[in-house]
């Protein structure tokens, strides 16, 4: 069989390129390492009757376009709105913001003056989150590119033109500064800090206070649900759910998808299998971590020696642990213990940036955190098809977990810390726990191929993003090798479910075949 296009990785982009592809008239394959489709995005049954998303776990950013492009609603793609954005449960108290929640009034709680000032921050916020969402689905200039290149940077230049001044300023601000200076610049009460300042944390090995968490957060507040700006949301079924419908779509568009087939080597326009086989591609698509790309499937030998030495030093680690939990019942909060809309909330156990801080500076120095930062999802609340009647699941996100640590030894220890922080905002937690599974960052890295258990493929800081990712040069989804191509999150625009590398990237392969990407 001969083929256009082989895809390596059936991720979300890898499926999502795929389909592009075949839309354009291409032949196209798709290899995937794990027995399923889905890469980080898929849900298993992980304790007898429960099931839910194993990594990724809530829907934001994935793009209104590649939604409407593949058809996914038509492959039974149903997303819905969390009730309650989300819900920060603290000693004595709480705050709630979002969908359904009067922000203000909870804010005006803890702080007059900052309920005041919210429509000002997210007006800031928004007008230039506008200026990603024009950006996402543009394909980078290279540096010292030719005319295609020069075109995309007058593109861009056009863009940042109509903003004013005061927006330009503000755009510099989220990309260079921390968040935590950001936040203490608008508000003064902790509570609305850490609620937005977590937002900066998300699969990225820092501290809030680090210089360029300020463009982490505005990286999580692009995406819409359903049309509705900033919203969070759940896929009925789990996050599995996208990447099943992808995967329909694509076979739909004539794709092969073959799962099982790891691959050993990509070299002069063929991949090699594990098993012995070799497949040729006029163009050769690669939905993983640039770093597993060009460090361990491309023999060095083939790439430029100051290519592999810059690979070499792409930041990855994100330092999460993920967890799903099956619950007896719904876990009561101390401060809010009968069920509401908090239950069906992103509810952030870490009351501060301080908080925050502490976790990273304890992660560095002795391997985790000692308290650390939680996220819960319980998405049983929103969606029956995951627990049994009266029983539930919790999806956790939890930091700081050093990505060097020993992994095989203190496992348990990270399981122990994490549960001690919900019980201290649930008592009686742990009595409703009927089983588990836990991802520390090594075993991310074994079962997604996500270095140093990077969610995004690679840190989503300044010298990493836009026509630097994932280096100078090559931010046209192109590498040094021709005819091999990168369609993961370490291309822009970086992490997060959204089908976007995926869909650009398909984009400049047909541009390369002389066709046109079909909308």
């Given at each position: 069989m001969k083929l256009d296009a082989i895809v390596v990785g059936a991720g979300h982009n890898g499926l999502a390129c795929a389909c592009y592809l075949a839309r354009g008239g291409l032949k196209v394959k798709v290899l995937e390492r794990r027995p399923v489709v889905g890469g980080a995005a898929v849900s298993e049954e992980f304790h007898p009757g429960f099931r839910n998303s194993v990594a990724a776990y809530t829907v934001s950013l994935l793009q209104p376009k590649v939604i409407a492009e593949l058809r996914l609603a038509s492959h039974g793609l149903r997303i819905v709105e969390r009730p309650v954005a989300n819900f920060l449960p603290l000693d004595g108290g709480y705050l709630m913001v979002g969908g359904g929640a009067d922000t203000a009034a909870q804010v005006a709680r803890f702080s007059r003056r900052d309920a005041e000032r919210l429509p000002a921050?997210?007006?800031?916020?928004?007008?230039?989150?506008?200026?990603?969402?024009?950006?996402?689905?543009?394909?980078?200039?290279?540096?010292?590119?030719?005319?295609?290149?020069?075109?995309?940077?007058?593109?861009?230049?056009?863009?940042?033109?109509?903003?004013?001044?005061e927006a330009r300023r503000d755009l510099l601000a989220f990309f260079t500064r921390s968040a935590a200076e950001l936040l203490d610049g608008w508000f003064e009460s902790e509570p609305i800090k850490a609620v937005y300042g977590f937002d900066a944390v998300v699969g990225n090995y820092a501290s809030p206070?680090?210089?360029?968490?300020?463009?982490?957060?505005?990286?999580?507040?692009?995406?819409?649900?359903?049309?509705?700006?900033?919203?969070?949301?759940?896929?009925?079924?789990?996050?599995?759910?996208?990447?099943?419908?992808m995967a329909a779509e694509a076979r739909r568009l004539g794709v092969e998808i073959e799962c099982g087939a790891p691959v050993e080597r990509i070299s002069h326009g063929k991949v090699f299998l594990k098993d012995g086989r070799e497949l040729a591609g006029k163009a050769i698509v690669a939905n993983v971590n640039p770093r597993l790309l060009y460090l361990e499937l491309v023999d060095r030998s083939e790439l430029p020696p100051e290519f592999v030495a810059r690979m070499a030093r792409y930041k990855c680690g994100s330092g999460t642990f993920r967890m799903n939990v099956a619950l007896s019942r719904l876990p009561r909060f101390a401060c809010l213990p009968e069920p509401g809309p908090h239950h069906g909330a992103g509810i952030i156990m870490a009351p501060s940036l301080a908080y925050m801080d502490r976790a990273y500076l304890e992660a560095r120095a002795e391997g985790m955190s000692r308290q650390p930062i939680v996220e819960m999802v319980i998405p049983s609340t929103l969606d029956d098809t995951l627990a049994p009647r009266g029983a539930h699941v919790a999806s956790l996100f939890c930091q700081h977990f050093d990505p060097q640590a020993d992994w095989a030894s203190r496992k348990d220890e990270a399981v122990r810390r994490i549960f001690d922080v919900v019980e201290s905002h649930a008592p009686g937690f742990r009595a409703s726990v009927l089983g588990y599974s836990a991802l520390s960052p090594a075993d991310l890295e074994r079962e997604f191929g996500l270095v140093g258990g990077d969610i995004f493929h690679g840190a989503l800081s300044l010298d990493q993003l836009w026509w630097a990712r994932p280096l100078l040069g090559y931010a046209d989804y192109r590498g040094p090798l021709k005819g091999l191509y990168l369609c993961g999150s370490g291309a822009h625009p970086g992490g997060g479910v959204t089908g976007a590398p995926g869909r650009n990237c398909a984009r400049e392969v047909l541009r390369d075949f002389g066709r046109r990407l079909r909308g």
């Open positions: 921050y997210w007006a800031t916020v928004e007008r230039v989150a506008d200026v990603l969402r024009e950006l996402v689905l543009r394909c980078p200039p290279n540096a010292g590119g030719g005319v295609h290149d020069l075109l995309r940077a007058l593109g861009a230049g056009r863009l940042l033109r109509r903003l004013d001044m206070c680090h210089p360029g968490t300020g463009y982490v957060l505005l990286h999580h507040v692009f995406g819409e649900v359903n049309g509705k700006r900033g919203a969070w949301g759940h896929a009925i079924g789990g996050m599995g759910a996208i990447t099943q419908a």
